[in-house]
Structures are given as C-alpha cells and as structure tokens.
C-alpha cells in the first residue's frame, strides 16, 4: 500500500470487493464509495488503518468478519508471498486431478465406472486404505455377483454413495475446499490460501474452550452455538423409531438390509414418529465459577427457545429461577446478562444445586413427567453435593432421561467429587468447547 497512486488503488479495491462478493459477501456499490472517501482520511502507508477503514465502511454482519479478515490478508499480501501461494495452489490442483483419476480407476462396476461427483470421488480419496479396499471389495463382488446385470448399476451406486456419505457423518471430508471460479488463476488459489486459513480459525475455534474465546471470534462462536441448540432441538424433539406398521418407508435401512440379498429390497423397515414429543427442561448453572461461559449458554437457550415450544428454562446459582419468558419475548442478549449479574434476579454468586433442585421439585413437579428431558448446563461445583445428588436421583426416577453438560474438561473431572456423585443419575459429557457440543449431537451420542 505504500506508494500507491490513486488508480492503482480504485483498481485494488474494486478487485478487492468483487473477490468479496464472488465468497458471497454483500456490498453495495454506496458502501464501496464510502470505502473510497474513509481511506481519503487514513495513512495508506499504515496496514491496520487502511484495513479498520475498509473493515468499518464494507463489513455490516459480524459474522462476515473472518471472511473479510482472511481475504484481506491474502490480497493485499506481498507480491513474493503470493506467487508462492500460487505455486501451491498449482501443487495442489495437480494433486487434486490425481486423486480424482485415482477414484475412477478404483470405483468401477462390471468394467464401468461408477457415477459420483467430484466431491463424492475426493471423499474417497480422504478414506483410509482400508476402507477403501472395503468398497473395491463390494463393487467387485457385486460385479461378479449371479444374475446381476447393467441394470443393478444403478442401485450399487446409490449404496457407494450411501457410504461415502456414512464417512463424511463421521468425519472424512474432501481436502479441497469448493470455491467459485474466478475467472482468474491467480485469484482462484489466493482465495483457496484464505479458505485454508478460515478453516484452521474455525478449527481454532471450535477447540478453545469457551471462556477463553477473543472477543473478536464471539460474534462467530454464539452464532455456531445458536445454530447447534436448534440442532439439539430438533433432534430431541422429532426423533424417529423402527415399528411394524407401515407408516414410512425407511430408505437407509431398507437399503443396508438389502447387501445380504444382492440388491434385492426382500425386507423393507419402517418408521413412525413417536407418539409424543418430549418435554425439555433446561436448568442452567450461572454462579460465578460459570460466569464465563454465560453468554453461551444464554445463546444455547435461545437456540432451543427457538425450534421447540416444549421446554422450559430455568437459571440457578444460591436459589433457581423460571427464565422461559425472556427467550420467548427475545430479550436481547446482553440485557440478560446485565439481568444475571446486575443482582436484580437475586440469584446469588455461590452455587447451590441441592436447593436449585428442591425448589425445582418442590413448585414445577408437573414439568417432570416420564415423557420430560432433563439438561443440566453446569461445572458441577455446588455445595450441599451429596444432598444435591440425593435430589437428583429422585428427578431421575421421575424423567426421562437427564442429560448433563459439564463445563469442566474431562480430563480434571477425578478433581471434584461432584462430578463422581452426580454421573450415576445422568448422561455426564464434556461440553466446555463448541467441538465438544457439536460432537454430543452429531455423532448422536444422546440415547434419549
């Protein structure tokens, strides 16, 4: 930026913004006018103004943040470094040609190659050898198997595609991250370098535990948050079981049961809805050893509060607290954090499950019901634990189930003895990074 004449300048920065748009940001053409006069009033020799003016004129959602950081990074770089991110990214496109060629070569039924997408074929290129050799094994039998002709092609490959999709569940992905065609070489692997380093800040960002989180990356992690409550609603709230009656054809099983036959759908399974939807309730520790991670947990609320009307809220420190109607009126955020901590609710600083517990009992028994979810939100530090358990037993003989989200990394749970008493009445997880809670849901841990 030092030393740049005017023109060259209108030149970066509509390229700039148009790679912006191209990842699928949106920025008017007023903005990108206001971006010209607030770098009239910056040193363009200084890197953080010229950036904060660009950032403050172009950037309206706080989740376009990281993207607008990486792609900044990357475009306004130094000429040497990206002619070496460009070499990379020749590199890797070779290599990613390669592996395509490699999965074709290998994923063939009846000397035909099976049709996948690019993706699908890049997904197996991530796989272990062994799972690998695994689907080279069912094509090839199935291509040798008796009576199977052309016609089967078409469901062999629906089943390679289920299990490509069954790796990618767990966790296989295609190393290359999708992006749009530019039109421009050079753009194209700049773009990849910043795809690569927002997935290395998400990465970041899913591992750090949730207290230590920057204040620039919150915006981000309450947004992944809310999104991962509103999964964890969903899931508990619409879950299917296997039944004799013939309601709704379950494709996935179906399929699986049909391998043993060659193909042949000899025994299809169903699914129903269960008769009714569970009750939730939420009962959530905010005493100050959790006072970190408060406004995550309000955000998981919220993201509940969201999807499903069958639940209730409740927040405890020294006393408990009925909170469902500030989710469902959409206080804003930091109004009931101010509410938590500001004293008014009269919550107390100290933790106290046991009379949490007993108040719960005692004056919302109707709420605990053979058909209620329990989740707890707590790093299990309480006084009064033994009584507290004793009170937990008896709201598990009345639940469903109780489902308990600790804060404390698992790693120090042998430290605190309430985490010994309170396990044998609950599901106890490790829940104090947001990977810890996308791992409960996805991988459905739950056995609610």
Not at 79 to 105: H, T
Not at 297 to 304: H, K
Not at 346 to 360: K, N, V
Not at 394 to 400: D, N, S
Request: proline share 4%; hydrophobic share 40%.
């Amino acid at each position: 930026m030092r030393g740049m004449k005017p023109t060259q300048l209108a030149e970066n920065l509509v390229e700039f913004v148009h790679l912006l748009r191209l990842v699928g940001l949106r920025i008017s053409a007023a903005e990108v006018l206001d971006a010209f006069r607030a770098l009239e009033q910056v040193e363009l020799a200084h890197k953080p103004s010229f950036k904060a003016a660009l950032q403050c004129t172009l950037i309206k959602r706080a989740e376009d943040l990281p993207v607008f950081r990486e792609v900044f990074r990357v475009y306004f770089a130094p000429p040497e470094q990206k002619q070496a991110w460009v070499a990379e990214g020749e590199a890797k496109e070779l290599e990613r040609q390669q592996e395509i060629a490699a999965a074709e070569a290998d994923l063939v039924f009846q000397g035909e190659p099976v049709n996948l997408t690019v993706e699908e074929k890049l997904v197996y290129a991530s796989l272990t050898q062994e799972a690998k050799e695994r689907l080279k094994d069912f094509l090839r039998q199935s291509s040798e198997g008796k009576n199977v002709g052309a016609s089967f092609k078409p469901l062999i490959e629906s089943l390679v595609r289920g299990q490509l999709q069954y790796w990618q569940k767990q966790g296989v992905q295609n190393r290359y991250p999708a992006l749009p065609d530019t039109g421009n070489e050079e753009w194209n692997y700049l773009l990849a370098q910043a795809a690569e380093g927002l997935q290395q800040e998400y990465e970041q960002l899913l591992q750090e535990d949730m207290r230590q989180i920057s204040e620039e990356l919150r915006p981000e992690a309450l947004r992944l948050i809310h999104l991962l409550s509103r999964r964890l609603a969903t899931r508990l709230s619409r879950r299917y079981r296997q039944s004799r009656q013939r309601l709704r054809l379950d494709l996935r099983r179906t399929i699986r049961h049909s391998i043993s036959s060659g193909g042949t759908m000899f025994r299809l399974s169903y699914k129903s809805k269960r008769v009714a939807k569970p009750q939730l309730v939420l009962v959530c520790d905010v005493s100050g050893s959790m006072k970190p991670y408060v406004s995550f947990i309000m955000q998981f609320i919220a993201g509940l509060v969201s999807v499903t009307s069958k639940i209730e809220t409740f927040l405890f420190a020294e006393r408990l607290k009925q909170t469902t109607s500030w989710f469902q009126k959409g206080m804003d955020l930091e109004d009931m954090v101010e509410r938590v901590f500001g004293g008014q609710q009269g919550l107390g600083t100290g933790t106290d499950l046991y009379a949490g517990l007993t108040e719960l009992r005692r004056r919302h028994m109707p709420l605990l019901q053979r058909n209620t979810i329990m989740i707890i939100v707590s790093d299990t530090k309480t006084m009064n634990g033994k009584e507290a358990a004793a009170e937990l037993r008896q709201i598990r003989e009345q639940v469903r189930e109780i489902v308990w989200l600790n804060t404390l990394p698992g790693e120090v749970w042998d430290r605190h003895p309430t985490v010994a008493l309170f396990q044998p009445y609950c599901q106890m997880y490790q829940c104090n990074t947001i990977k810890d809670l996308e791992a409960i849901i996805s991988r459905q841990l739950l056995t609610v």
